[in-house]
Nanobody
Framework: QVQLVESGGGLVQTGDSLRLSCAAS????????MGWFRQTPGNEREFVAAINWNGGTTSYVDSVKGRFTISRDNVKNTVYLQMNSLKPEDTAVYYC?????????????????????WGQGTQVTVSS
């Protein structure tokens, strides 16, 4: 049974920092690209950040560039999202995702349909 479990969300103030973690179990994702997405009520789930299999390539949505950093520890089978200078606009449920299908499951993608495993989400709320 493959599982991705997010943690680290919470209620913070504008300008604060949080680090989200995504712990994978059931299989090793050391050769798979991983991503973070977020969703607010009434809106589509949107891309936030992605990282390729060895961490050598990353991608971010424009609104978080310079503030968020995605990283991974393949020994721990875990991916992280460091979020600095948080804004109220960052308030959302954050989801971890993993690619699995051939070809190119090791490469980053911003598209929801190219991810195959999803976590349950963790709530991030940023107050003014």
């Amino acid at each position: 049974q493959v599982q991705l479990v997010e943690s680290g969300g919470g209620l913070v103030q504008t300008g604060d920092s949080l680090r989200l973690s995504c712990a994978a179990s059931g299989r090793t994702f050391s050769t798979h690209a991983m991503g973070w997405f977020r969703q607010t009520p009434g809106n589509e789930r949107e891309f936030v950040a992605a990282i390729n299999w060895n961490g050598g390539t990353t991608s971010y949505v424009d609104s978080v560039k310079g503030r968020f950093t995605i990283s991974r520890d393949n020994v721990k089978n875990t991916v992280y999202l460091q979020m600095n200078s948080l804004k109220p606009e960052d308030t959302a449920v954050y989801y971890c995702a993993a690619r699995a299908r051939d070809p190119a499951y090791y490469s980053i993608s911003e598209f929801l349909y190219e991810y195959d495993y999803w976590g349950q989400g963790t709530q991030v709320t940023v107050s003014s």
